[in-house]
């Protein structure tokens, strides 16, 4: 039938695509912002080419396919890591190693 009991949406989601039904939605809770994904290089790779990679996000951000891309996505472009994202994804990585036994 349609419905749903709960439901959880990324903040794009939220913000750009449930314009015209957000109305009908009680919104019971917000997390904290999280990064949408991260980009990560083996510690193998040198950090010539790591620099290149990172070097060429940077660049994408400012092309008119990037701009597109984080307009139309709602995400708000590339950072580098902080403190605060290393803890966050360190979490992420237990549960991965955990999984996996």
Same mark, same amino acid.
């Not at 951000?61 to 984080?70: L, Q, V």
């Given at each position: 039938n349609g419905l749903s009991i709960a439901a959880a949406f990324g903040k794009p989601t939220w913000d750009r695509h449930l314009l015209n039904s957000k109305d009908k939605l009680l919104k019971i809770g917000t997390s904290e912002e999280i990064p949408g994904f991260a980009i990560m290089v083996h510690p193998r790779l040198s950090e010539e080419t790591s620099l290149k990679i990172r070097q060429a996000m940077f660049k994408f951000? #400012?092309? #008119? /396919?990037?701009? /597109?891309?984080?307009k139309e996505s709602g995400l708000k472009g590339f950072r580098l890591a902080n403190e605060k994202d290393f803890k966050q994804l360190d979490e992420y990585l237990v549960e991965i190693q955990a999984s996996k036994q």
């Open positions: 951000s #400012e092309t #008119e /396919t990037g701009k /597109t891309y984080f």
